[in-house]
């Protein structure tokens, strides 16, 4: 199985900057997909930003521009830059990783969550 931890959340003035982490582990044949949602209190869990396997990247529109993914495939590890943070950024982040289990057999993990809190 595939396991993710997550780092980097926290405290974020407004206007500020966090980066987040996301790093698998475990038995797997490829990472492919790895991206981050986002769950705000009485709130549906959101698309914030996902890279693809061939490196297109995927954003929701309130965070473009401001907002940047990135991977280290050495690593199996996804980054997610959030600069000129807002309140409404504030959320628990989590981890998606959709990883290929055999070349034929795929299947998706989720990280445990990182709370990111956007108040002066």
């Known amino acids: 199985q595939v396991q993710l931890v997550e780092s980097g959340g926290g405290l974020g003035q407004p206007g500020g900057s966090l980066r987040l982490s996301c790093a698998a582990s475990?038995?797997?044949?490829?990472?492919?997909?790895m991206g981050w949602y986002r769950q705000a209190p009485g709130k549906q869990r959101e698309l914030v930003a996902y890279?693809?396997?061939?490196?297109?990247?995927i954003y929701h529109d309130s965070v473009k521009g401001r907002f940047a993914i990135s991977r280290d495939n050495a690593k199996n590890t996804v980054y997610l830059q959030m600069n000129s943070l807002k309140p409404e950024d504030t959320a628990v982040y989590y981890c998606?990783?959709?990883?290929?289990?055999?070349?034929?057999?795929?299947?998706?993990?989720w990280g445990q969550g990182t709370l990111v809190t956007v108040s002066s």
């Open positions: 998606n990783v959709q990883f290929s289990k055999t070349s034929m057999h795929f299947d998706e993990v």
């Open positions: 475990g038995s797997f044949f490829r990472i492919n997909d």
């Open positions: 890279m693809l396997s061939g490196g297109n990247t």
